[in-house]
């Protein structure tokens, strides 16, 4: 039996994948040691350069028992209006921005979940997040 290739199978592989070549263009350009607002200006630079349809932090509305919250959440980008994009400028990326992207991905109904690390040497970092499939018996979304 041949191991099924997991690649075949990823949501927005085409999407993704100009998502995070323009993120690479980025790092190539500045590398690492900015602030995230840094790379967030230059990352909507590059998306419209790319001509990636993009909104930066745009206020999405929560909801509790039918009611919608004042508090609003603030991902960096929703691209495509279906992937949510967080960015970090951290060393090494841990659970916690796992579960700020998780979160996102479940309030705001988004299809894929995208965290990419700005601050990481020698290289980029980014970690996919698939809402579609589901890990059976578990609510949470899995990584892909």
Same mark, same amino acid.
Not at 29 to 51: D, M, R, S, T
């Given at each position: 039996m041949t191991p099924?290739? #997991?690649?075949?199978?990823?949501?927005?592989?085409?999407?993704?994948?100009? *998502?995070? $070549?323009a993120c690479f263009e980025v790092y190539k350009?500045?590398?690492?040691?900015?602030?995230?607002?840094?790379?967030?200006?230059?990352?909507?630079?590059?998306?419209?350069?790319?001509?990636i349809p993009a #909104?930066?932090?745009?206020g999405l509305s929560l909801e509790y028992r039918?009611? *919608?919250? $004042?508090?609003?959440?603030?991902?960096?980008?929703?691209c495509y209006a279906k992937i949510?994009?967080?960015?970090?400028?951290?060393?090494?990326?841990c659970d916690e921005h796992r579960a700020q992207v998780l979160n996102y991905l479940k309030a705001g109904n988004f299809e894929l979940g995208l965290l990419i690390n700005f601050g990481h040497y020698p290289?980029?970092?980014?970690?996919?997040?698939?809402?579609?499939?589901?890990?059976k018996g578990s609510d949470e979304p899995i990584y892909l």
């Open positions: 099924k290739n #997991i690649t075949s199978d990823l949501i927005l592989k085409e999407e993704c994948y100009s *998502i995070v $070549g350009n500045k590398g690492c040691g900015f602030h995230e607002p840094v790379y967030q200006e230059c990352l909507a630079i590059e998306f419209e350069h790319c001509q #909104i930066a932090l745009p039918g009611q *919608i919250l $004042g508090q609003k959440f603030f991902p960096d980008f929703v949510v994009v967080e960015l970090k400028a951290v060393t090494e990326l290289k980029l970092q980014y970690e996919r997040f698939a809402n579609t499939r589901q890990v």
